[in-house]
């Protein structure tokens, strides 16, 4: 799995760079990372294989019109479609580490399966070679008699029974405590998101553990749960205009800082008058967008 991704230092002031933040508004740059980020994560081929141009736009944070941002990535050269699916321009140029990480981890499957036949092949043949007196002398070994069995003990009235197995008792009769394991948090969290029916997973994977490991190192579990909570009332509220589907993963990555405060998420998607996303009373606004590019007059060209 992919940690990071490679940026070289022509990125500081590069013409693409330059151009998508004239068409896009300021955070330009925070949604091109988002998306490259997504993309190593989730697509680390670079073609982005079943997205939408609303799944596009998701995974880079854009929260305005997903053709906008589509237009404006491919006006910039950062994004193409070939073959009817979406491309990240020369991102296997750019990003070799990324982009082989699958067949680095089948090579790693392939070499951890060759050493486990390799092991078994050797358990098979030391048991073939054992003495055959060995089961003999088994055979011929008394077994030990067994214990006559210990009257199970009543409980006293009152008493406190819940951690006490009824089949377990020492040899002198005494019930033996098993100890009860917790639940730990990031089960908690995983049940209470599927709980919710948004988009429900099978089996909490590694890849849902780390995500959820990594948000707990930053908000208490009782504070996830309630993100949870008011990221589903924004969803399913006819008042508000935000309906984003997220995976738990994404959920996690970029849900936490929107809808961990009810007063700002509510001011923040609260549809307008005329019932669409613009509301002058929310606490962030979103960025200027151009629908077009500049005319940049007699300026030159500066070439990659």
């Known amino acids: 799995m992919n940690t990071d991704i490679r940026l070289s230092l022509t990125f500081k002031g590069h013409r693409k760079r330059r151009k998508l933040r004239v068409l896009l508004g300021d955070n330009a740059t925070d949604y091109l990372l988002d998306l490259w980020l997504s993309a190593a994560q989730d697509r680390p081929t670079g073609t982005l294989d079943g997205w939408t141009a609303d799944d596009v736009a998701l995974a880079a944070g854009w929260e305005g019109d997903a053709d906008i941002f589509i237009k404006a990535m491919k006006a910039s050269g950062l994004l193409e479609m070939l073959d009817g699916k ?156 935000f309906k984003f589907k997220w995976t738990l993963g994404d959920f996690l990555v970029r849900g936490l800082d929107k809808f961990n405060d009810w007063k700002v998420c509510d001011a923040n998607y609260t549809k307008g008058d005329n019932g669409h996303e613009e509301n002058r009373g929310s606490v962030r606004k979103l960025p200027k967008v151009y629908t077009e590019a500049p005319d940049y007059g007699d300026r030159p060209l500066i070439r990659e």
């Open 86 to 241: 979406y491309h990240l321009h020369d991102w296997e140029e750019h990003q070799p580490w990324a982009c082989n990480s699958q067949q680095r981890s089948e090579a790693a499957r392939r070499s951890a399966n060759v050493r486990w036949d390799k092991c078994e092949a050797h358990a098979e043949r030391m048991h073939k070679a054992m003495p055959t007196q060995c089961d003999r002398n088994a055979e011929s070994c008394p077994s030990a008699p067994s214990p006559s069995p210990s009257p199970s003990p009543s409980p006293s009235p009152g008493s406190n029974t819940s951690k006490v197995d009824s089949n377990a008792y020492s040899p002198i009769g005494k019930p033996i405590e098993q100890s009860t394991p917790q639940e730990k948090p990031h089960r908690i969290i995983f049940d209470y998101w599927n709980s919710k029916n948004i988009i429900k997973h099978r089996a909490l994977t590694k890849t849902i553990k780390g995500h959820i490991n990594a948000a707990l190192s930053n908000y208490p579990k009782e504070e996830i749960v309630q993100t949870i909570d008011n990221y589903e009332k924004i969803l399913r509220s006819p008042a508000h205009y």
